[in-house]
């Protein structure tokens, strides 16, 4: 074998390991940005989502806690209504009934302005928790003990 046909089979080899690699690469590309892409992103929206969710919580409690010795609900919010991740958090409450709904903010489109709800319609003893009515959080950003929904003819 001359010096020529041992290059040029060289060459060859090196090429198809250089193709090969290439093909490899683009492929775990394409396979990180449609398959693992979404789920990396739902995980970062959850997280976003966290903050006004314990927020939420911890007004549930102080509220029922009201409801409890009081006998109604408070005209407003108890404590702290702020946190990272929550652009506004309101409550209104009729009798025995009472919604806290929060508006999430966040650099993220899926979670940005977005809203979800706590209700209870017996003073506080269960709630509930949704996605909000006006521009909801998507139903699998939120945790499984919070995908119930309202009654229809609630509030």
Request: one cysteine or more.
């Amino acid at each position: 074998m001359g010096i020529k046909q041992h290059m040029r089979y060289l060459f060859k080899k090196i090429f198809k390991f250089i193709l090969l690699t290439v093909i490899v690469i683009l492929g775990i590309n394409i396979m990180t940005h449609y398959w693992l892409g979404p789920l990396v992103q739902r995980n970062f929206d959850e997280i976003d989502l966290r903050d006004a969710l314990q927020l939420s919580l911890g007004q549930k409690v102080s509220l029922s806690e009201y409801y409890t010795k009081y006998g109604k609900f408070p005209d407003r919010l108890l404590g702290t209504t702020s946190a990272r991740n929550v652009k506004k958090m309101v409550g209104y409450g009729v009798g025995s009934t009472y919604t806290i709904t929060t508006t999430a903010s966040s650099n993220r489109l899926n979670v940005r302005d977005k809203t979800f709800i706590f209700w209870t319609t017996d003073g506080g003893e269960t709630w509930d928790c949704s996605p909000g009515w006006q521009n909801p959080v998507e139903l699998k950003l939120l945790p499984k003990s919070c995908q119930n929904m309202p009654p229809e003819n609630f509030l």
